[in-house]
């Protein structure tokens, strides 16, 4: 599995965009990156996915390089709601590491 | 509502008593997977089943044991459960294949063995 490193905290305004950052330099060529999100203690929540495309949702954007050993997520408009524990994983989805810790403040 | 139930939400265990914590998914999925997760950490692979009849172990499968009954059900098991066992479990499914749309969790299980 491509292993993936992220910061371990980030501060964001409300209102502002959220960009998280995530580095997976070993990816293959038939990974998929995805993105998750836990809030408290309930279990993650599956936010987005892409292999080489940008893509988008209802809840974010997903902004991956050429290379495709970076990629960051995009939460346009961060709500306090937004404060949670992001993971980024690369598929097979076998490993999550600590994520980031994005918090969302006034 | 469509999801992965898990069971029981909270439970509190003697050393070296045994118990079995539930995981249903309505979905339809092929593959499940139990994580655990201790305080300020990542989940941690325990067991998965890529479909129903086969059984793999994860990053730390040491003092467990799995079922994978049917393709709804998969059951993790504590034969002798210990202090280093207290945890928070999450059981999750997911359809597989490559452009699949990620796994789905249950609200977890939070164990405390004293």
């Known amino acids: 599995d491509a292993k993936t490193t992220q910061p371990p905290s980030m501060d964001c305004a409300e209102g502002r965009a959220a960009n998280l950052p995530c580095n997976h330099s070993t990816i293959s060529g038939n990974e998929y990156v995805y993105w998750y999100r836990q809030i408290h203690s309930q279990g993650p929540q599956y936010i987005i996915h892409g292999l080489k495309n940008n893509e988008t949702n209802e809840m974010a954007s997903l902004i991956i390089t050429e290379d495709r050993k970076s990629s960051t997520l995009i939460l346009p408009h961060a709500t306090l709601r937004d404060t949670a524990v992001y993971y980024c994983i690369s598929s097979p989805e076998l490993t999550f590491g600590t994520g980031t810790r994005l918090q969302v403040t006034l | 509502n469509a999801g992965v139930t898990q069971t029981p939400k909270f439970q509190v265990l003697k050393t070296g008593q045994s118990m079995t914590l539930q995981c249903a998914q309505d979905?339809?999925?092929?593959?499940m997977y139990w994580y655990r997760q201790d305080p300020g950490m990542g989940l941690r692979l325990i067991y998965y089943s890529a479909s129903e009849g086969t059984t793999d172990k994860g990053e730390v499968p040491n003092g467990y044991n799995v079922s994978r009954l049917n393709k709804r059900e998969f059951s993790l098991r504590l034969e002798s459960a210990a202090p280093s066992q207290t945890s928070v479990y999450f059981c999750?499914?997911?359809?597989?294949?490559?452009?699949?749309?990620?796994?789905?969790f249950g609200s977890g299980t939070r164990l405390t063995v004293v």
């Open positions: 999750a499914s997911i359809q597989g294949g490559v452009a699949n749309y990620g796994y789905t």
């Open positions: 979905m339809n999925h092929n593959s």
